[in-house]
């Protein structure tokens, strides 16, 4: 992964920030900034550097280029990267995004408590196996005309609680509600439509999954309780994906006209995955307005997928959902730009903040967050390999201060896909996953082992270092016991 | 001309390079790349037959079309695929693709990863002794 890239000389500004200066690279025009601890940053791949200094390079660009300490090597941007940009002189870059728009992360409570679900584990796992597709080109339930489809990108996900897939107070336990509402449906392209249309409601794959698991560990109780976790054999379900076929093919779409009109905008980047447009140019304004349809379709399809969670546990269990109180504990995102208002230079100015494969973790103080939240601040959730677990965050207004109100989106691979599947077949993986108490189902048992816990860092340590940091807070750490894998 | 699996590329994703004497041979095993990735072809039944033609400015474009293109169907029909065949026209830029393939069944074929993306990190198409293109895919 080195490819030879020169080790920085960081200049080291607290106990878990890293530095690399302007001098390290022709043409940077803020420090980059790394999260990490000693350890993290010793076994991070050189490669990230060469990626985030290079996003430091880009017009317009404020503060630092940021990597969680989750980060590893990506396309254009490090996965793990953060990077504001002024509005008048920066740029938006889809590279800085990811092909899986918002792809994200949700959690669910339920009042069932371990020694009630184990003996109904496997059929509750097998039935969701079934209702919410996994794995290549997936299709779900949600049948729609191009046109409704259409008007649900722009609707978000009150399309789904108006059509039945959802609870009135699912939408202020989401982020932006779950509509972000500059979706303009006339900038997006027949063939994203014509990509996604049949794909609401699956999780697709990679290292997307739906996960049943244990609260293992409450590291602060008035606020875990505040968000409906109350003891530690209580079981909840998380789920990763994103916006699917749509969404890939927006970025597609994007990734291809910013190649051909950069040199219109006299810009030149030093990796063509970094292709970007003024954000206030027309092709800018065209993406920014697109990929808000996709956030929303990933919104859409984390909300179809829910009420699939919630008919298949009234199924099992023979309870209603209200009565398993299987309420949603908070929707977030980790891919995606945005506009907002952050301190820089000392005054609150408007930026396009990008987070690829980092979450957003508002401090209590912010207005965008639904009220329930401003006490305690927004929910982070983090989701670790399938075997090592899971935990439950929550923002501080620190974050707020120094990382554009963004933390880390999960454990970061160490290991690449080819070496995974070298270490372990996923046969033997799945037998070793059971003997462990973790029943999973999957489509594909080369994509398990490319997911086996060894190929990620250990997702305490990543959770640690923001913790240390103050940039968020740990608040529960979950077990799996069950797990669909795309 | 065949092609190989890179490992040093791309972490989370799936890098390959691609070799052949002609473009016909280099899209040729470019696709093998890309149709190995989402799913065994040898699992696969060529029950569907599609075509499809793709123009673009230079080779660069055309190959990143193509595999683009690929990456499309698979989502847009719920397909995998057996086999690809190309006529390439350099002149013209221009490529006429036959796929074959079947429809998305997990209980009998052996399904690999749902491929979001061509990207254009480290993506290069060459032509030295013979042709060979640099390929990431965002997995």
Known sequence: ?486 | MPFKFVEDIAMADVAFEATGKTLKELFESSASAAIESMANPKTVKPKIKKTFRKKAKDIDGLLFEFLEELIYLKDRFAIVFHDVKVKVDEEKMTVQAVITGDKIQPEKQELRQDVKAVTMHYYTVVKRKYWKANVVLDI
Not at chain 1, 232 to 246: P, W
Not at chain 1, 371 to 378: C, D, E, N, V
Not at chain 1, 439 to 450: N, Q
């Open chain 1, 1 to 486: 992964m080195n490819r030879d890239v020169p080790l920085p000389e960081f200049e080291r500004k607290g106990e878990v920030i890293w530095d690399i200066p302007v001098s390290y690279k022709k043409g940077m025009r803020v420090p980059g900034r790394i999260y990490a601890s000693e350890k993290l940053i010793k076994s991070m791949d050189l490669t990230v550097y060469d990626q985030l200094t290079n996003v430091a390079c880009l017009p317009g660009i404020q503060n630092h280029a940021l990597c969680m300490p989750d980060a590893h090597s990506g396309y254009g941007f490090p996965i793990g990267g953060v990077a504001a940009f002024d509005p008048d002189s920066g740029v938006i870059s889809p590279g800085g995004i990811g092909f899986d728009i918002n792809c994200g992360m949700r959690l669910v409570t339920t009042n069932l408590k371990l020694k009630e679900v184990m003996p109904k584990l496997r059929p509750l796992v097998d039935l969701l196996f079934q209702q919410v597709p996994a794995g290549v080109g997936c299709k779900g339930f949600v049948k729609l005309t191009a046109t409704e489809f259409r008007k649900v990108m722009e609707d978000g996900a009150k399309w789904c609680v108006e059509n039945g897939y959802g609870w009135d107070e699912d939408l202020e336990r989401m982020e932006d509600y779950g509509c972000i509402e500059h979706a303009d449906q006339s900038k997006v392209s027949d063939r994203a439509v014509g990509r996604g249309i049949n794909q609401l409601g699956t999780l697709g794959s990679g290292n997307h999954y739906l996960e049943i698991q244990q609260a293992g560990k409450i590291f602060d109780k008035k606020t875990a309780e505040k968000l409906g976790i109350f003891s530690e054999d209580q079981i909840c379900v998380m789920v990763h994906c994103g916006s699917r076929g749509f969404g890939h093919q927006v970025g597609t779409d994007y990734l291809k006209l910013f190649s051909e009109i950069m040199p219109k905008y006299d810009i030149s980047v030093p990796d063509r995955e970094l292709a970007c447009a003024p954000f206030k140019s027309k092709e800018g304004q065209d993406y920014f307005h697109a990929m808000a349809c996709a956030a929303n379709a990933a919104f859409v399809n984390r909300q179809v997928i829910l009420h699939r969670i919630r008919e298949c546990f009234h199924k099992i269990f023979e309870k209603k959902p209200e009565e398993m109180e299987m309420h949603l504990v908070y929707d977030v995102a980790h891919n995606t730009a945005k506009l907002e208002e952050h301190r820089i230079d000392g005054r609150m100015k408007e930026v396009v903040v990008h987070r690829k494969g980092a979450t957003r973790c508002f401090g209590p103080s912010r207005s965008e967050l639904a009220p329930m939240f401003r006490k305690i601040g927004q929910p982070a959730i983090v989701g670790g390999s399938m075997e090592t677990g899971s935990y439950l965050l929550v923002g501080t207004d620190k974050s707020l201060e120094e990382t554009f109100g963004s933390t880390a989106h999960g454990s970061g691979r160490t290991m690449s896909r080819t070496q995974a599947r070298n270490e372990v077949s996923g046969e033997s993986l799945l037998k070793e996953l059971e003997k462990k108490g973790i029943y999973v189902r999957t489509t594909s048992y080369s994509g398990l082992a490319e997911e086996a816990g060894f190929a990620y860092k250990p997702i305490s340590e990543v959770v640690d270092v923001m913790d240390v940091a103050g940039i968020s807070k740990k608040v529960v750490a979950f077990k799996p016991i069950g797990n669909i894998k795309g």
